[in-house]
């Protein structure tokens, strides 16, 4: 390397030193190779694909093996990735589930063309590109008895946070009414049977419901269930299976899942089940809350047993099995998550009514 190439690897060397870019500006995975100067930020080489498809945003360059000179690497040392997370993360609903490297690519993608594109989060409560007033559309919802699937008007608006639903078009009154705040979405095209498959979680007078969603075309689901669910790319993407947002909703076999701040852990007698056969409430670890790893004393260990864990709560403790070790820790860390925080009003009346309900 000549002396003067050296001098320029060095002098980028150092600024991407600088706190902050050392790791991915878009998805957290640390020693970024990769930036957009036109943003200066420091991204990984995945983060850095989705940012080449939008060229009005970003110009990318390699950190090793594209030319720089001394203007270049002083612009990069001027912005970096903490400024352009000021700037571009300011006002990121709580709502807003922000993906990591370990999401899938839509979830990424809409992730950055939300941040840089479309400069969602930089003024406070900017009307998202989803939340435009009002959707309708019609969906495939499974029926709650025989398991067909029905033809369902379903009507999202924007200002009161609502996804209704009807059984009939002409009617007036909806079948039921979601707040998006308190919804979890997973695909689910195996268990639904159905690329566009999708499972929406809720909260119904203090129980956790579950409806079963397609829409022949994902293009127009995704126009009807909003982006808000955490989920859906702005160009109608078809989300592979593995798309889940992983910190926002865990469903499993051994089925403890969460629901927004609110969790509960629920065990679903069959799959495809709409409503739980137990509940769980998740509260904080100040309340006398907590989660072990292992059965309680008693339970049989080895074989399929060996992944357990234990939700303590202040009136018994509730044992679950995860199927495999990367599972029971995912599952911790979701319910450390929930335990860590403090209960809101909301939170205290749900409990009161678990205890009472007992
Ligand atoms: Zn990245």
Known sequence: ????????????????????????????????????????????????????????????????????????????ASLGNEAAKRKYEAF?????????????????????????????????????????????????????????????KFILTEGDGILKYFTKTDAKVPKAMIKVDNVNATFQPIKIGNPNGLQLMYLKDNSTRNIFLYHDEGKVSHRVIPQRLGLFGPSGHHPPASCVPRNKVRAGPTSPCSSGSLVLAASWKIRNDAYARGEVFIGSSDNGYAVKEGLPPGTPAGGSWQHGITIVTPDRDFPFICETERDRQEWMSVFNGVMVQQMSPQEYTVEAYFKHRR
């Open 1 to 76: 390397m000549s002396a003067e190439k050296e001098r320029i690897f060095r002098a980028l060397k150092d600024v991407v030193q600088i706190p902050g870019n050392g790791i991915c500006a878009d998805c957290g995975l640390p020693e970024p190779e990769w930036a957009s100067t036109t943003l200066g930020i420091f991204i990984c080489l995945n983060c850095s694909g989705i940012h080449r498809n939008i060229p009005d945003v970003s110009i990318i360059k390699s950190l090793l093996l594209d030319p720089w000179n001394d203007s270049q690497i002083q612009h990069m």
């Open 92 to 152: 990121v609903p709580a709502y807003y589930y922000v993906p990591t490297y370990r999401d899938c690519q839509v979830l990424l993608e809409q992730w950055i063309r939300s941040k840089y594109e479309r400069k969602d989060f930089i003024v406070e409560n900017k009307p998202l590109a989803y939340a435009t007033g009002y959707r309708e559309g019609f969906l495939w919802k499974r029926g709650r008895d025989n398991g067909q699937f029905l033809n369902r």
